[in-house]
């Protein structure tokens, strides 16, 4: 959610029976389940971070996911830092089977217009009875640091579902489960462009320099997710035109049968 937005330039029993007529008492808690339930927005970027985010929240009877809140690009209609289509966005969130809550930015985008749209939108989590927003970060303390004191004043509580599990495990793990992903965008100052467009699968993991770290937590890739446990059907992903921005090469994913 969180997170400076970068130009992209290609071009969601039945009663009992009884025989008696009497008084039925209240069964201590019932009806009320749903209402403790923490209703959470989970910070959606398109990659597979988030995508395993949204599967372990899953996991947890006590959330009710709400939607997933991605800041666009309103110039070229794409994921800030990853370059990633709104088609192929939307697509995500269908298949994933919640809403998307989108956070338009203008290009170039100051942190003072940011941090004021990120603003509204929590005002309009507040609203909707919203109790917490959820972040696929890893283990940089400076991110995370930013994230809760963005929100402290909200009252929506920071939830970080990924929290310092190890990164080399935990790509094996989402890749074990089922996750599918293609590298969206490199650093070319960190990563050789070679890699983007590359699928996120164990070659890969194998092929990254030393240093590198397995799940890109440092800004070396991001991806773009396609496949999983989180998604009712995998996404008819083609890779099209491979570019450099200004060090950064990015991989330009569409839905096949599309341009």
């Not at 997170?3 to 008084?23: C, H, M, N, T, Y």
């Not at 947890?60 to 289509?85: A, D, K, Y």
């Not at 940089?140 to 640091?145: S, T």
């Not at 990924?162 to 074990?176: D, F, G, I, K, V």
Request: proline share 7%; aromatic share 8%.
């Amino acid at each position: 959610m969180f997170a400076i937005a970068q130009a992209f330039k290609v071009q969601g029993d039945p009663e009992p029976k009884s025989v008696l007529v009497s008084p039925v008492k209240a069964i201590p808690g019932a009806g009320s389940y749903h209402r403790r339930m923490k209703r959470v927005l989970l910070s959606w970027s398109s990659g597979k971070d988030s995508a395993w985010a949204l599967h372990l929240l899953r996991q947890q009877p006590e959330i009710e996911l709400v939607g997933l809140l991605t800041s666009l690009n309103s110039e070229f209609q794409r994921v800030s830092m990853h370059g990633t289509r709104r088609a192929v966005l939307e697509a995500q969130a269908v298949a994933a089977g919640l809403p998307l809550w989108t956070v338009p930015l203008p290009w170039p985008c100051s942190n003072e217009i940011y941090e004021a749209r990120m603003a509204e939108v929590c005002q309009r989590a507040v609203a909707e009875k919203v109790d917490a927003v959820a972040f696929g970060d890893l283990f940089l303390e400076d991110i995370r640091a930013y994230r809760v004191k963005q929100l402290q004043p909200t009252g929506l509580e920071p939830i970080f579902p990924l929290w310092q599990l190890p990164t080399a495990a935990l790509a094996r793990e989402m890749l074990a489960g089922g996750l599918r992903a293609r590298l969206a965008c490199v650093d070319s100052r960190q990563l050789d462009p070679s890699f983007s467009g590359r699928e996120f699968d164990a070659t890969l993991l194998a092929d990254l320099p030393a240093g590198i770290d397995p799940c890109g937590e440092r800004g070396e890739f991001h991806t773009c997710v396609y496949a999983g446990p989180m998604f009712a059907a995998p996404l008819p992903l083609a890779t099209g035109e491979i570019v450099n921005r200004e060090g950064f090469v990015f991989a330009d994913f569409l839905l096949k049968g599309t341009n």
